[in-house]
C-alpha cells in the first residue's frame, strides 16, 4: 500500500509538471511565432508606403530586415515594375506565378507556402503593390525553438521525476512510519491479550468440569476476575492512548500548583515505597504554577513513580526533584538508582509496548505508561526524556511555567 501510495503521488506531481511544461512551451512558442510575424507584415507594410525609400542607406536599422521583393501591378494586373536586391527578378513567369498566387488568394496578407514567401497587398486607386519577403529563415527559427523546448522539456521531465521521487520519499515517509507503527502496535496488543485470553478460557473450561470441589471452583474463578481485570486495565490503557492521539478539540487549560501537585504524590507512594523496602524523597519547589489538566498531571507523576518503584535497586533511594529551568520553564525531576538503560533503549523507552533488555522486566505492566506520560506531556507543549549513567536513571518533565 505504501509503495503504491508512493507512485501515485510521484504520478500526480508529474503530470501536473508536464501540463505545466506544456503550457510554458506552447506559450513560448506562440508567442515567438506571432512576435516573428508581426515584425515581417510589419516590415512588408513599411516597404509598400515607400519602396524606394526601403532601399536606400539611410533606412532605420532596428527594423526586421527580410529577403524581399516587390511587384508593381497596372489597372489590367500586368507587371509594371518589380525591384528588390535580394532576388533575381529576371524570372518573369516565377513573378508572374507568385503575383497570381496573390490575387487569388483575395487577402491583404498571407503566406505562400509552396513558395516560402509571405505576402502583403496594398491596393491604391489605379494599381497594386504585392511585396514578398522570404520565411526561410522565420520557419528555421521556429524549428529550433521546438527542437530546444523539446530537449530542454526531455530533461526536465527527468529532474522533475527525480525530484518527485525523492519529494514522494519524504513525503510518504510518515505514513510509512504510522503504517508500521499500527501493525506493530496491532501485534503487541494481541500478543498482551493472548496469554490472559489463554488463562480465562482455560480456568472457564475447568470450572464447567463435573465434580469440581468448591475450592477449585473459587480459586479458579478468582484467576478468571484477574485475567479479566488485567485486560481491562490494557483496554483502558489502549483507550487512553487512543484518545491522547485524537484529542476531541482544543483543551483550555487553567493555572494549578504543580509543585503541591508533585508533594501530595510523593506523599501518596511513600508508604508503597515503605512497603517495598525502598525509601522516597521530595526536593525542590513547593510552589510552581503551571497551565494544565490536574488529573492528567497527577496520572504523569504517578506513572514516573510506579516506574521507579518497579526499577529500583533494593534498598535504593528514589528522589523526585521539582526546580525552574529558566524564566518561563520547569522541570520535574525522578531518578532512582538501578540497573543502566542501555543507549539503544533510550531512544525507544517511550513507544508502546517497547521491551527493553531482560534486566528490565516489565513486572506485570504491558509498556504503556512510559507512551501515556509523553502524550499528556506534549498536550501539555512540554517534553518527556530519560537519561541513565553511573547506576541512576533519570526521568525528566519539562513543562511551561503559568
Not at 533606412?59 to 509594371?80: K, M, N, S, W
Not at 486607386?125 to 526531455?154: K, M, W, Y
Not at 479458579?220 to 490503557?237: D, F, I, P, W, Y
Not at 516489565?362 to 507543549?381: D, E, K, T, Y
Request: with cysteine; aromatic share 8%.
Amino acid at each position: 500500500m505504501i509503495k503504491r501510495l508512493r507512485w501515485k503521488f510521484v504520478l500526480i506531481n508529474m503530470t501536473i509538471v508536464t501540463l505545466m511544461l506544456c503550457v510554458i512551451f506552447s506559450l513560448l512558442y506562440s508567442f515567438t511565432r506571432m512576435d516573428l510575424e508581426n515584425k515581417s507584415i510589419a516590415m512588408m507594410r513599411s516597404i509598400a508606403a515607400d519602396p524606394v525609400r526601403q532601399g536606400s542607406p539611410t533606412e532605420q536599422a532596428h527594423q526586421v530586415r527580410l529577403p524581399y521583393f516587390t511587384l508593381q501591378l497596372g489597372p489590367d494586373r500586368e507587371i509594371v515594375d518589380a525591384g528588390g536586391g535580394y532576388y533575381d527578378l529576371s524570372n518573369g513567369e516565377f513573378l508572374q506565378q507568385v503575383a497570381q498566387a496573390v490575387l487569388d488568394a483575395h487577402g491583404p496578407v498571407g503566406v505562400l507556402e509552396e513558395y516560402n514567401l509571405r505576402y502583403c497587398r496594398v491596393v491604391t486607386p489605379g494599381n497594386q503593390t504585392l511585396v514578398f519577403a522570404d520565411i526561410t529563415s522565420e520557419q528555421a527559427t521556429l524549428h529550433n525553438l521546438v527542437r530546444t523546448c523539446v530537449v530542454v522539456g526531455a530533461a526536465s521531465f527527468l529532474i522533475f521525476l527525480g525530484l518527485s521521487m525523492l519529494l514522494a520519499r519524504w513525503a510518504v515517509g510518515p505514513v510509512e512510519q504510522a503504517w508500521r507503527e499500527q501493525k506493530q502496535f496491532v501485534a503487541d496488543a494481541s500478543h498482551e491479550m493472548k496469554t490472559p485470553l489463554t488463562v480465562i478460557t482455560t480456568n472457564a473450561e475447568l470450572l464447567q468440569r463435573q465434580g469440581v470441589d468448591p475450592e477449585s471452583r473459587e480459586r479458579l474463578s478468582g484467576n478468571v476476575l484477574t485475567m479479566a481485570r488485567h485486560m481491562r486495565k490494557l483496554l483502558e490503557q489502549m483507550l487512553e492512548l487512543a484518545q491522547g492521539d485524537h484529542p476531541q478539540g482544543r483543551q483550555e487549560y487553567a493555572a494549578l500548583d504543580f509543585g503541591e501537585l508533585v508533594r501530595d504524590q510523593v506523599l501518596t507512594y511513600e508508604a508503597v515505597f515503605f512497603e517495598a523496602g525502598l525509601e522516597l524523597e521530595g526536593r525542590g519547589e513547593e510552589h510552581l504554577a503551571v497551565n494544565g489538566d490536574e488529573g492528567e498531571l497527577r496520572q504523569v507523576v504517578d506513572i514516573l513513580l510506579d516506574n521507579a518503584r518497579k526499577y529500583a535497586s533494593p534498598g535504593g533511594k528514589t528522589v523526585v526533584e521539582l526546580r525552574h529551568a529558566g524564566r518561563r520553564k520547569c522541570v520535574l525531576a525522578v531518578s532512582n538508582p538501578g540497573p543502566e538503560i542501555p543507549a539503544q533503549d533510550l531512544a525507544h523507552i517511550f513507544q508502546r509496548f517497547y521491551r527493553g533488555d531482560a534486566t528490565r522486566a516489565r513486572n506485570g505492566s504491558f509498556g504503556l505508561g512510559l507512551a501515556i506520560a509523553q502524550s499528556i506531556v506534549l498536550r501539555h507543549r512540554g517534553r518527556i526524556w530519560a537519561t541513565s549513567g553511573q547506576g541512576v536513571n533519570t526521568f525528566q518533565v519539562e513543562l511551561p511555567v503559568a
